[in-house]
């Protein structure tokens, strides 16, 4: 039988429900963590324990990745990720919460994965298919300069080309050395130490 409309309205309180997903530590300044707004998730901040969260991005689409700045960064803010219209071309913003600019480190039009941040805060790393579409290289760009220049315009260096297929996941950056994995299937993944100071020598395996 058809539920009745009194069911139904006393059910919605408890299916319409809203969760949260912790997304990392501002340097003595609370917390970020993505939550859902009208229809997507957006990033707040929360700058005390059960203290009151002040939304910080009004995306028409929902936030995919939120990566705060390490202490060091010229700029307090973090990296987000997100796509147009549900296209899976996600590109990296770093939203300045000093200025509330948002800057876009990418082109635009490829497909970003896996954002980094060095250890001093002065860089990031990510894999990008902007070379020819199709397979996925590790750029590493200067924050300083994306925060000097327009959107997409800042310099992006190449510091591992790779034309197998599969993707690369950068998941460490500490000094000069970045930690990469590529993968291409579940029983085929290998890890990489790539190193940014010499962006044309050759990338060290290390796994498996």
Same mark, same amino acid.
């Given at each position: 039988?058809?539920?009745? #409309?009194?069911?139904?309205?006393?059910?919605?309180?408890?299916?319409?429900?809203? &969760?949260?997903?912790?997304?990392?530590?501002?340097?003595? !300044?609370?917390?970020?963590?993505?939550?859902?707004?009208?229809?997507? #998730?957006?990033?707040?901040?929360?700058?005390?324990?059960?203290?009151?969260?002040?939304?910080?991005? *009004?995306? !028409?689409?929902?936030?995919?990745?939120?990566?705060?700045?390490? /202490?060091?960064? %010229?700029?307090?803010?973090?990296?987000?990720?997100?796509?147009?219209?549900?296209?899976?071309?996600?590109?990296?913003?770093? =939203?300045?919460?000093?200025?509330?600019? /948002?800057?876009? +480190?990418?082109?635009?039009?490829?497909?970003?994965? @896996? %954002?980094?941040? @060095?250890?001093?805060?002065?860089? %990031?790393?990510?894999?990008?298919?902007?070379?020819?579409?199709?397979?996925?290289?590790? *750029?590493?760009?200067?924050?300083?300069?994306?925060?000097?220049?327009?959107?997409?315009? /800042?310099?992006?260096?190449?510091?591992?080309?790779?034309?197998?297929?599969?993707?690369?996941?950068?998941?460490?950056?500490?000094?000069? &050395?970045?930690? %990469? =994995?590529? *993968?291409?299937?579940?029983?085929? @993944?290998? +890890?990489?130490?790539?190193?940014? !100071?010499?962006?044309?020598? $050759? $990338?060290?395996?290390? !796994?498996?």
């Amino acid at each position: 039988p058809e539920p009745d #409309a009194d069911t139904m309205k006393d059910l919605s309180s408890y299916q319409n429900t809203r &969760h949260c997903v912790f997304r990392g530590f501002l340097p003595g !300044a609370g917390v970020l963590i993505t939550t859902r707004f009208a229809n997507s #998730a957006q990033v707040h901040h929360v700058k005390v324990p059960m203290g009151a969260r002040k939304q910080i991005t *009004y995306l !028409a689409e929902p936030v995919k990745s939120c990566a705060p700045a390490p /202490a060091g960064c %010229v700029a307090q803010g973090f990296i987000y990720g997100c796509d147009r219209g549900g296209d899976e071309q996600t590109q990296f913003w770093f =939203q300045n919460m000093e200025t509330g600019r /948002a800057i876009r +480190l990418t082109d635009g039009k490829s497909v970003n994965k @896996s %954002v980094e941040w @060095s250890d001093c805060g002065k860089r %990031v790393a990510f894999s990008s298919n902007a070379r020819d579409g199709k397979h996925f290289d590790v *750029y590493v760009t200067e924050i300083a300069h994306v925060l000097a220049s327009q959107d997409g315009e /800042a310099p992006r260096v190449p510091i591992m080309r790779q034309d197998k297929p599969g993707y690369l996941f950068t998941s460490g950056f500490v000094d000069d &050395h970045v930690l %990469v =994995q590529h *993968y291409v299937s579940v029983s085929d @993944s290998t +890890l990489y130490l790539l190193d940014a !100071a010499k962006p044309n020598a $050759p $990338p060290l395996k290390v !796994a498996p």
